[in-house]
């Protein structure tokens, strides 16, 4: 009685080494996965990145601290909607990016396992980065003829005022801003919000212009 089924494809199984060689059984199982769904009329919603970076990217370029992340994932990504596309009508690129750069890269709790006041911002910049390189090459090449829509999984802890002053009202919107605006301003007005700029300063990185008009509308739903 399912209508729908979102599942997570581990990039490690896709790209072992996280460029270069594909591993065709690792396609293969996916495939095989869409076709028993699409069997029951259960329609498929396919998120490209779950937390599992392949392991080479992190030793020897750093993860998502690295400057050639984004274009790794951007070929992942191309390779999925290559090979399964066809069958597949909602992409998700990213899943909860917050939590890869905060509980990853700022409190250690996640792979990479990092404590860092300034990390999370970088390793944000290079998701966002990822995600807009993904859908531009999905639009692109592959939306046109497959008729699917793509967009990005970001999650958000809702935040109230303490109390009715103007203090704490303006407290509880810039919570906001820090945990969901955060990712949905760039993908939905180009960039960051301006709290952000002011309280992190030189810690947040910046977009070109070219960067700014790609990440812009660059989800398809919310």
């Not at 937390?51 to 070929?75: H, V």
């Not at 090459?137 to 793509?150: A, E, H, L, N, V």
Request: net charge negative.
């Amino acid at each position: 009685g399912l209508k729908a089924y979102r599942f997570s494809i581990s990039w490690p199984r896709i790209f072992p080494a996280g460029t270069g060689k594909v591993n065709e059984q690792g396609l293969q199982f996916y495939s095989d996965l869409i076709d028993e769904l699409l069997k029951y009329d259960i329609e498929p919603w396919v998120t490209l990145y779950h937390w599992d970076l392949p392991l080479a990217l992190q030793m020897e370029y750093d993860g998502w601290l690295g400057d050639k992340i984004s274009d790794f994932f951007a070929e992942y990504a191309e390779v999925c909607f290559a090979k399964l596309g066809d069958r597949v009508k909602k992409w998700i690129t990213l899943n909860e990016p917050w939590v890869v750069s905060i509980l990853g890269y700022g409190q250690g709790v996640m792979a990479p396992g990092r404590i860092s006041n300034s990390e999370p911002y970088l390793a944000a910049h290079n998701l966002l980065l990822a995600h807009a390189k993904a859908v531009k090459c999905y639009r692109d090449k592959f939306q046109d003829s497959q008729k699917g829509k793509i967009g990005i999984t970001n999650n958000c802890d809702w935040r109230e005022p303490l109390t009715s002053n103007l203090e704490d009202q303006v407290a509880a919107q810039r919570a906001l801003e820090f945990f969901l605006g955060w990712f949905a301003d760039p993908v939905y007005f180009g960039d960051y919000p301006q709290v952000m700029k002011e309280r992190v300063q030189e810690r947040l990185p910046s977009f070109t212009e070219e960067e700014k008009e790609m990440l812009k509308g660059s989800s398809d739903f919310f």
